[in-house]
């Protein structure tokens, strides 16, 4: 059975660097069918696509974020991380990792909530 | 890109049938197979309820269905269980490798 795990600090700093890496078990991400995300969600509101990375190491970003995320993979390790650049309490939200398929997707991590603050 | 429209909520009696709309525009839900729809329970991660539009995972009731007519998709829940109560997203590709969520709908059993 597939899961992905997320790690990195619940609590960042007001104009640092959020970093978080999701581990997955049961399956590589190194196959060539899946994509492997990040998704957030600020406490109380909806969903939002921040990018994904292609097996081949392609990575695809929210244009709205796009200048501020950066989405590597460590294939031996079978992770992949999720960083955000100059953050603000904006960014304060439940991060998720996930696989997916034409967009559609079918794993999750249980999600980590990140709160930016002094 | 824009989120796609939800209404804010929509709600139904056990055993009726309720439907949820996502309405985009010909850039992405019109132009796009690509559709998706999840369930979200409090503190819970969203579940894969419907892909493709129409298509239903491994292991969700026939009780869910989606449907796509121009740049509007829906998802029907058909015989409301207590257990349907929970929020709802859309989602579908926006284009140039990008992909957009609706704002959700609360769907209150009564």
């Known amino acids: 059975q597939l899961q992905l795990q997320e790690s990195g600090p619940g609590l960042v700093k007001p104009s640092e660097t959020l970093s978080l890496t999701c581990t997955v078990s049961?399956?590589?991400?190194?196959?060539?069918?899946?994509?492997w995300g990040w998704i957030r969600q600020p406490p109380g509101k909806g969903l939002e696509w921040i990018g994904s990375i292609y097996y081949s190491g392609s990575t695809y970003y929210n244009p709205s974020l796009k200048s501020r995320v950066t989405i590597s993979a460590d294939t031996s390790k079978n992770q992949f991380s999720l960083k955000l650049s100059s953050v603000t309490a904006a960014d304060t939200a439940v991060y998720y990792c996930?696989?997916?398929?034409?967009?559609?997707?079918?794993?999750w991590g249980q999600g980590t909530l990140v709160t930016v603050s002094s | 890109q824009s989120a796609l429209t939800q209404p804010p909520s929509a709600s139904g009696s056990p055993g009726q049938s309720v439907t949820i709309s996502c309405t985009g525009t010909s850039s992405d839900v019109g132009g796009s197979n690509y559709v998706s729809w999840y369930q979200q329970h409090p503190g819970k991660a969203p579940k894969l309820m419907i892909f493709e539009v129409s298509k239903r995972p491994s292991g969700v009731p026939d009780r869910f269905s989606g449907s796509k007519s121009g740049s509007t998709a829906s998802l029907t829940v058909s015989g409301l269980q207590a257990e349907d109560e929970a929020d709802y997203y859309c989602s579908s590709y926006g284009g140039s490798n990008n992909w957009v969520f609706g704002g959700g709908t609360k769907l209150t059993v009564l």
């Open positions: 049961g399956g590589s991400i190194s196959s060539s069918t899946y994509y």
């Open positions: 996930a696989r997916s398929i034409v967009g559609a997707s079918d794993y």
